[in-house]
T-cell receptor, first 116, second 118 residues
Framework: AQKITQTQPGMFVQEKEAVTLDCTYD???????LFWYKQPSSGEMIFLIY??????QNATEGRYSLNFQKARKSANLVISASQLGDSAMYFC?????????????FGAGTRLFVKA | GAVVSQHPSWVICKSGTSVKIECRSL??????MFWYRQFPKQSLMLMAT?????????EQGVEKDKFLINHASLTLSTLTVTSAHPEDSSFYIC??????????????FGAGTRLSVL
């Protein structure tokens, strides 16, 4: 069963505007972590932001924030003030606790295009 | 953030040869490293989990005799693609999970290795 779902294969955003990339997940483990990674055309995976299942507040890292809605099992990434350099592939990932063997699994990804 | 070095970044080899890919955590110790494979325009697929000093745990469908993993130290894991064939051509990415004092057990990734088997 698909555990991480990213429903947007591609997204366009105007430079300097905000954009939300969707991510939903499925787990029965009460302890899990959610991650977002950026993969530019060079291929490297760049860690952006982390949200723990027990964290009370939404995570923020600079222009990145994670809209964590636990009851809905969603962990959307919000990028504010988009820049041309934000054009890349973005992956949502989840690491489960004991039930998932502490492995991190990835969604299919969303390709973001930032327009000048 | 933590640095993971992966080498080589690109390799071309003849069919039937073996290729070794190295993954090093440069500024932290990683008791657990992961190897992923990524096909063009697709997501990362976990191949195996490598624990220092023990045998790797392979995901279903991954041939352990084909993809040999060695995690000899807390900072080095290697993936050897044995008797490579064109279907093994792919992008291979390693990842190291940072434990305390680095927070949150975040996985940091190497830059990847693009393998082309002729």
């Amino acid at each position: 069963a698909q555990k991480i779902t990213q429903t947007q294969p591609g997204m366009f955003v105007q430079e300097k505007e905000a954009v939300t990339l969707d991510c939903t997940y499925d787990t029965s483990d009460p302890s899990y972590g959610l991650f977002w990674y950026k993969q530019p055309s060079s291929g490297e995976m760049i860690f952006l932001i982390y949200q723990g299942s027990y964290d009370q507040q939404n995570a923020t890292e600079g222009r990145y924030s994670l809209n964590f809605q636990k009851a809905r099992k969603s962990a959307n990434l919000v990028i504010s003030a988009s820049q041309l350099g934000d054009s890349a592939m973005y992956f949502c990932a989840m690491r489960e606790g004991d039930t998932g063997g502490f492995k991190t699994i990835f969604g299919a990804g969303t390709r973001l295009f930032v327009k000048a | 953030g933590a640095v993971v070095s992966q080498h080589p970044s690109w390799v071309i080899c003849k069919s039937g040869t073996s290729v070794k890919i190295e993954c090093r955590s440069l500024d932290f110790q990683a008791t657990t490293m992961f190897w992923y494979r990524q096909f063009p325009k697709q997501s990362l697929m976990l191949m195996a989990t490598s624990n220092e000093g023990s045998k790797a745990t392979y995901e279903q469908g991954v041939e352990k005799d084909k993809f040999l993993i060695n995690h000899a130290s807390l900072t080095l894991s290697t993936l050897t693609v044995t008797s490579a064939h064109p279907e093994d051509s792919s992008f291979y990415i390693c990842s190291a999970r940072a434990t305390q004092p680095l927070a949150k057990n975040i996985q940091y990734f190497g830059a990847g290795t693009r393998l082309s088997v002729l």
